[in-house]
C-alpha cells in the first residue's frame, strides 16, 4: 500500500476537522426556543413565580448555548465580533426609536393588571414622547383643573389629606373594610385617608381602621363614588369605586378614550416604578402641568392611592402601540417573576 502524503495527511485532517465543525453546527438549539415559548405563555396564563423562575432558567441556558456553538462552529474571535456587532445593531436601534419617538423609553412593558382588559400583564408597549404638553393636551381634549400657585402650593403642602378612597362596611363595623361588597349583606360606604389605612396596615391594627374615615371639605379635589360590578375570580360582585372628580363647580368624569400615559415615580408615591394607566385630568399651574391618572381596572384614582401627581417630567410618553406576551421577557429579566394583586378581577364597566 502507497505511503500517504504529508498532504494528503494535512487534508484527511482538515476534512476530519470539518466534520467536527458540521457536527457541531447541527447541535439542536431549536427545542429550547420552543420550550421558552411554551413557558412564557404557561406564565401569562398562570403568573406561577416557579413558571418565571423557569423562562429565566431556560433564557440564561439559550444564551450560552448559543455562545458555545459560535465558538465551535466559528471561534472565539468571531464569535466576539458577531456579540459586538449584534450589541452595536441593538444601540442603534435604540437611538434611533429614541429620535423618532422623542423619548428616552420608547419600550416598557405591562407590569400589573390595573389596565384590564385594554393592556394585560406582559404586554411590550410602545411609547411616544410628550414634547409639548399644552398641544398635546388641546389634541386629545384632556379635561384641564386650573389652579392658582397658591391653590397648589397649598395642596402639596397637605398632599395627605389628599389621598382619599371610598370603601364600604358591613352595618356598624367600621373596622371591616372593603371596596368589593358580598351580595345579599347590608353595607355603608365612607370616604378613608389610604395614607392613615397603610399605617395601620404596617401596625397589623386594622380594629383602628374606623379612625380613618375622613371628610373632603377643605379639599380642593373632590371624589364622588359609584357601585358598579367586578368580576371576580369568575363570579359577578358589586364595588365601590370613583365614578368622578369635581373642582370649584366642574366635575370630571372617567373617559375611556383618553390616551394611556406612562410616569416615573418619586420616592414620596406610594406605588414605585413605571406606571402606565390612562390620563384621567391634568393640573395646569401657570405654565407647569401635574397630570392626575387611573389603572382602568383600578376603583381610585392613583392620587386617592398615596400617589403625588406626576409632574410633566416625570411623564415618559403614550402609548401608540403593544404586543401580547413579549413583555414578560422584560419583566422576568428584571426579576419581577411573581404574581401581582388584581389579576384576578376585572371591573365592569
Sequence with gaps: ?????????????????????AGKKKTPVWPAYL?????????????????????FAVLVFILVLEFRV?????????????????IGIAVAIWVVLIVVLQTT?????????????????GDLVALHGIPNMSNFIEQHKIPVINMTQAEFSSMEANMSSEFLAFYAFMGNNESEITEII?????YSVALYNTKCLDTYNYLGQQYNYYKCISGQSNNLIKYNYSVG?????????????????????????????????????????????DIIHRLYAVIRV????????????NPSLDIEFSNYPAGQKNVVGYVIADIPVIGYLKLIISGQFGSVPGCNQQILR
Design 105 to 121: 423609553s420608547p419600550i416598557d412593558a405591562v407590569a400589573s393588571c390595573s389596565m384590564l382588559p385594554v393592556l394585560h400583564r
Design 229 to 273: 360590578k367586578v368580576l371576580l375570580n369568575g363570579s359577578e360582585y358589586s364595588i365601590i369605586y370613583t365614578s368622578s372628580i369635581a373642582f370649584g363647580n366642574e366635575t370630571i368624569t372617567e373617559n375611556y378614550s383618553n390616551p394611556i400615559i406612562v410616569y416615573r415615580t418619586t420616592p414620596q408615591d406610594s406605588f414605585s416604578g
Design 286 to 297: 401657570d405654565s407647569s402641568y401635574y397630570t392626575l391618572t387611573k389603572g382602568d381596572n
Design 35 to 55: 420550550l421558552l415559548l411554551l413557558l412564557l405563555i404557561l406564565y401569562a396564563l398562570h403568573n406561577n413565580p416557579l413558571i418565571g423562575l423557569a423562562v
Design 1 to 21: 500500500m502507497a505511503r500517504k502524503t504529508a498532504k494528503q495527511n494535512t487534508a484527511m485532517q482538515g476534512g476530519a476537522k470539518k466534520g467536527k465543525t
Design 182 to 186: 358580598p351580595p345579599g349583606i347590608g
Design 70 to 86: 459560535s465558538i465551535h462552529t466559528e471561534g472565539a474571535r468571531k464569535s466576539a465580533y458577531d456579540i459586538l456587532y449584534a
